[in-house]
């Protein structure tokens, strides 16, 4: 992040060390870093590339708000299982630099969730002027349905990544879609564009996503009728019964859409403010909840956490982010499998009362299908 006259930040890479991790890890990562207790934010967008079972890469970071004002760092790293070492090698370039005005560089540790396709890391910056240290949160966008579909068929196409645009075309002139899946049918091979609206830079990655067609479309088979009968001669006027008065015709009852269940508040899930710290007052709540799940083994839950409107909102994103984090970490330590549980933060987008309100610092579950 850079500090002085101007201020921004650091940057990561990933590595492992063996091929297939590495090249598991290679792509375009979007992303922010934050400071605690400072509304401050700094988007950053990461490509790196697999090498010979190691990462290697470019970190672009701009100021918030102010986008001439970048930075393009060289990176390298190394993996761990899911325990990630980034360090900063040199910088490349940089653009608005002003007298005082200077970039920390250092070692960045984080952790990567391969359901998400999403990396936590936290900076430790060499002791340059008022470096110290820095949080950053980046998503990256990857197909994780299935490649090919059944031409014809409507099928579920679904994406990782953070408020994701799906574009017919690499100019990002035709909208299709938004979010993390797509229900359409495909009748030959097609490339999709996605972007992500989180934290959005002068580089933001464009991500081609190219769907393959198995098999040809199913064609309507073409009815064989029947030769029509000679038909029968009209009997005479008076022998004809009286016509009956057809029965009004009954509308079919409207199907009743299976009922969807809705986000339930935990009650007495506190946080220190501006933090992601739980306060002792959690546990109760928090162990009644590990009990439900212990006794519903095939019960997966959604976290999401939320915060009040006091302050920043992009700083808001992040910090609920961190608190649904913090919520799953303890329910896993509990002995929850954390293959059961996702997590997601709204930030102060969806409040439940005016605020200024403590009751909007919530955590959210939801059932998962």
Not at 16 to 36: C, I, Y
Not at 129 to 143: A, N, S, W
Not at 217 to 232: D, F, I, Q
Request: glycine fraction near 8%.
């Amino acid at each position: 992040m850079k500090r002085g006259l101007w201020f921004v930040a650091g940057s990561l890479l990933l590595a492992e060390a063996a091929h297939a991790q590495a090249s598991a890890l290679a792509g375009a990562w979007q992303g922010v870093e934050t400071l605690t207790d400072d509304p401050r934010y700094w988007p950053v967008v990461l490509r790196l590339q697999g090498i010979d079972g190691n990462l290697f890469g470019v970190l672009y970071q701009e100021v918030g708000g102010q986008d001439y004002i970048t930075v393009n760092f060289q990176m390298k790293g190394a993996r761990t299982g899911n325990s990630l070492q980034l360090t900063h090698v040199r910088k490349l370039n940089e653009t608005g630099q002003t007298p005082g005005s200077y970039w920390c560089a250092g070692a960045i540790t984080f952790t990567y969730d391969a359901a998400q396709e999403k990396l936590t890391g936290h900076a430790a910056y060499r002791p340059v002027h008022d470096c110290d240290t820095g949080d950053f949160i980046f998503y990256r966008v990857k197909l994780k349905s299935a490649a090919t579909v059944t031409a014809g068929a409507l099928s579920t196409l679904r994406v990782s990544g953070r408020d994701v645009r799906w574009f017919a075309d690499a100019e990002l002139k035709q909208p299709v879609n938004t979010g993390n899946t797509y229900r359409t049918k495909l009748t030959k091979a097609t490339t999709f564009y996605l972007t992500q609206g989180y934290y959005p830079s002068a580089e933001s990655p464009v991500v081609p996503i190219t769907i393959q067609v198995a098999g040809a479309a199913k064609k309507s088979p073409r009815a064989t009728l029947p030769t029509p009968a000679p038909a029968p001669k009209p009997a005479p006027a008076d022998s004809l019964p009286p016509a009956a008065t057809p029965a009004p015709p009954v509308a079919a009852a409207p199907p009743v859409p299976a009922p969807t269940p809705a986000p339930v508040v935990l009650p007495k899930v506190l946080f220190k403010l501006g933090k992601a710290e739980l306060l002792p007052e959690s546990g109760p709540a928090l162990d009644k909840l590990v009990a439900d799940l212990q006794a519903n083994p095939a019960l997966r839950l959604r976290v999401a956490g939320h915060t009040d409107r006091i302050g920043e909102p992009g700083k808001n994103q992040v910090l609920s982010e961190q608190r649904a984090a913090a919520v799953k970490a303890y329910l896993v330590k509990a002995g929850v499998a954390a293959a059961r549980l996702e997590t997601i933060g709204y930030g102060d987008s969806r409040p439940l009362y005016p605020s200024p309100d403590v009751r909007n610092r919530r955590v959210e579950v939801e059932q998962l299908p």
